[in-house]
Structures are given as structure tokens and as C-alpha cells.
């Protein structure tokens, strides 16, 4: 059996969420466990960030949330990148509305989206399964791109 591809996910979600591994049940390190190289928000350029957003029609009302959007887009479109994954907070609302867009336009993007939804009554074991089943579709969809 040969090698795993190289599986590289673009995560974006207020830092706070991201970053504190309580609220986020450490995803970015479930994501490494599971060979993914996710990649954050963060780490785009802010070159990368304006180039998205100077191309936006409209902008949402949240200054922020024009920033995750348009991390987003710059993941969905660069073809570096396996998949998306949004964590946000139950209850957030400018990240409901984040949420619906990203969902609506990885459809046209032909790009896995996950929102990954935390609160209280999240479980470690059902965010892991989560993030085990994101995975494992995009290493089988991999794999059926190198077969063709």
C-alpha cells in the first residue's frame, strides 16, 4: 500500500476558537494526528486577504468576518488545498451567516466544507468522528483523482 497523500486544510474561525485547544477540543491537532496539514486563517499574507476581498460585490457588516470570508475563498480556490473547515461557536451570529455562504459556495468550488460547531455540549468523541470522516472522504477522493 503506498504512501498517504498529503492532505492540507484550510481553517478558519474567530482565533479564540481556533487556538485555545479546551474551546476547540484541540482540532487543528486532531487534524496533524490524522496526517492533515491544516493551516489557519492566520497565516495567509494580508496580500492574500485583500486581494480576495477587493473583489468582493458586497462585503458583510462584520469587519472580521470579511476577513474569514475571504480566507475561505483564497482556501477554496487555491488548488494547494484538500478542504475547508470552519469552527465556530453555537449561537454565534455573524458566524451563521459565514457559516451558510461557505456552505453554499464550496458547492460551486467542488471543495469539501465542514463547519465544526462548538458549545458545551459538544463531545470530544463526536468532534473526532467528525474530523476522522472529513478526512478520510478527501484522502478517497485523492485517491480516485491519482487512479483516473
Not at 51 to 68: D, V, Y
Not at 100 to 123: A, C, N, W
Request: proline content about 4%; charged content about 25%.
Amino acid at each position: 500500500m503506498g504512501k498517504l497523500p498529503l492532505i492540507r486544510i484550510g481553517v478558519i474561525g474567530y482565533v479564540y476558537n481556533v487556538y485555545d485547544n479546551l474551546i476547540s477540543m484541540d482540532v487543528l491537532n486532531k487534524l496533524r494526528q490524522l496526517g492533515a496539514c491544516p493551516v489557519t486563517f492566520e497565516m495567509l499574507t494580508p496580500k492574500e486577504i485583500d486581494e480576495q476581498l477587493s473583489r468582493f460585490p458586497k462585503t458583510l457588516f462584520w469587519t472580521f468576518s470579511n476577513k474569514l470570508l475571504a480566507g475561505a475563498y483564497h482556501f477554496f480556490e487555491d488548488s494547494s488545498f484538500d478542504g475547508v473547515i470552519h469552527v465556530t461557536a453555537f449561537g454565534c451570529g455573524p458566524d451563521s451567516f459565514l457559516g451558510k455562504i461557505l456552505e453554499l459556495d464550496s458547492l460551486k468550488y467542488q471543495k469539501p466544507f465542514m463547519t465544526v460547531r462548538i458549545d458545551e455540549h459538544t463531545g470530544e468523541n463526536h468532534l473526532q468522528t467528525r474530523v476522522e470522516a472529513f478526512i478520510d472522504m478527501i484522502v478517497k477522493k485523492k485517491s480516485k483523482m491519482e487512479c483516473a
